[in-house]
């Protein structure tokens, strides 16, 4: 077997070779044969004729995603941008139409998403864009949807990843917000001094209450004590006058005595007038004469007791 022999294997073969090709997963080749479509070949390996197939091209199954930023304006006239993100993919049984029907499929997607948004968001004012992105994402979803369908295209998702309005808006906004918190902090500041304020008026209340019960209590014993006093100096003979003069008597020199007791204390005694005054000391000196003559005529009446 001489040269031009080997030569002609060898080129039979890479020419054999040059029809053998491999599709990835996740993906769909399309064969043409003179610039027809005759098939489209799933993930493996596979043979076509060398100079009369070729693959026009290579489609990819997967999920992809488009990111779209547009700018438009909202009812309140504010101008934002929004970034609106499509996730889409080729339907196996339609990849025929995605691959011819379509030049430019992502500029369709945009040229959807644009029309949509501009439709939506000018009927919203700037908070209700963002409190209703999910309604404009499924606006935006719904239109692809009905339309891409038609070429192959399943839209799976549309999402609202980002607004971003004016710097000077946004700026606004927050001052707006920072504003709103102060104003609820300052509610709730005074709220828990108001609370503070009750409740130490219902404390003082209760402690007033108390404190008048205990004099009250004091008072009535007072009472209860001097009554049992005059009891028990009636019983010994001395009538109702007498015993109140003698106690009186009794309480005066008490509390001169706790008095005298405490350190660097004075007594000032102011009476009305001279001769009032006069009068309450003979009235006292009196008072205490009586309680002593009183006290010896008791004395005098238990020892004649005792003699007989």
């Given at each position: 077997m001489n040269l031009s022999t080997y030569v002609i294997i060898l080129f039979v073969v890479l020419f054999l070779l040059s029809g053998v090709f491999v599709v990835k997963q996740q993906t769909s080749a399309l064969i043409e044969r003179f610039g027809k479509f005759i098939a489209f070949r799933n993930p493996g390996l596979h043979f076509k004729i060398p100079l009369i197939d070729k693959i026009a091209g290579r489609v990819s199954l997967r999920v992809l995603q488009l990111d779209v930023i547009v700018e438009t304006k909202t009812k309140d006239d504010v101008f934002?941008?929004?970034k609106v993100s499509v996730q889409y993919k080729i339907l196996p049984d339609h990849v025929y139409d995605a691959f011819y029907k379509l030049d430019f499929p992502q500029d369709q997607i945009t040229s959807y998403?644009?029309?949509?948004?501009?439709?939506?968001?000018?009927?919203?004012?700037?908070?209700?864009?963002?409190?209703?992105?999910?309604?404009?994402?499924?606006?935006?979803?719904g239109e692809l949807n009905d339309a891409m369908i038609n070429y192959g295209y399943d839209i799976i998702k549309a999402l609202v990843t980002d607004i971003d309005p004016d710097a000077e808006v946004k700026t606004a906004m927050n001052r707006i917000n920072a504003a709103e918190r102060q104003k609820i902090a300052a509610q709730y500041e005074g709220d828990a001094a108001r609370i503070l304020i009750v409740e130490k008026a219902k404390a003082e209340a209760q402690s007033k209450r108390l404190q008048g019960q205990g004099i009250a209590d004091q008072r009535r014993e007072i009472a209860r004590g001097l009554e049992e006093s005059?009891?028990?100096?009636?019983?010994v003979g001395i009538n109702s006058q007498e015993a109140s003069a003698l106690i009186v008597v009794t309480q005066h020199y008490d509390t001169l005595q706790s008095i005298g007791e405490a350190t660097?204390?004075?007594?000032i005694l102011l009476p009305n007038s001279p001769q009032a005054g006069s009068d309450m000391?003979?009235?006292?000196?009196?008072?205490?004469?009586?309680?002593?003559?009183?006290?010896?005529?008791?004395?005098?009446?238990?020892?004649?007791?005792?003699?007989?």
């Amino acid at each position: 077997m001489n040269l031009s022999t080997y030569v002609i294997i060898l080129f039979v073969v890479l020419f054999l070779l040059s029809g053998v090709f491999v599709v990835k997963q996740q993906t769909s080749a399309l064969i043409e044969r003179f610039g027809k479509f005759i098939a489209f070949r799933n993930p493996g390996l596979h043979f076509k004729i060398p100079l009369i197939d070729k693959i026009a091209g290579r489609v990819s199954l997967r999920v992809l995603q488009l990111d779209v930023i547009v700018e438009t304006k909202t009812k309140d006239d504010v101008f934002v941008k929004l970034k609106v993100s499509v996730q889409y993919k080729i339907l196996p049984d339609h990849v025929y139409d995605a691959f011819y029907k379509l030049d430019f499929p992502q500029d369709q997607i945009t040229s959807y998403v644009f029309d949509v948004v501009r439709a939506v968001v000018p009927k919203m004012r700037l908070d209700d864009v963002f409190e209703k992105k999910d309604e404009i994402a499924n606006a935006v979803k719904g239109e692809l949807n009905d339309a891409m369908i038609n070429y192959g295209y399943d839209i799976i998702k549309a999402l609202v990843t980002d607004i971003d309005p004016d710097a000077e808006v946004k700026t606004a906004m927050n001052r707006i917000n920072a504003a709103e918190r102060q104003k609820i902090a300052a509610q709730y500041e005074g709220d828990a001094a108001r609370i503070l304020i009750v409740e130490k008026a219902k404390a003082e209340a209760q402690s007033k209450r108390l404190q008048g019960q205990g004099i009250a209590d004091q008072r009535r014993e007072i009472a209860r004590g001097l009554e049992e006093s005059v009891d028990v100096l009636n019983n010994v003979g001395i009538n109702s006058q007498e015993a109140s003069a003698l106690i009186v008597v009794t309480q005066h020199y008490d509390t001169l005595q706790s008095i005298g007791e405490a350190t660097n204390s004075n007594l000032i005694l102011l009476p009305n007038s001279p001769q009032a005054g006069s009068d309450m000391l003979n009235n006292m000196v009196a008072s205490f004469t009586a309680s002593n003559q009183i006290g010896e005529a008791m004395k005098k009446e238990n020892l004649k007791k005792k003699g007989e």
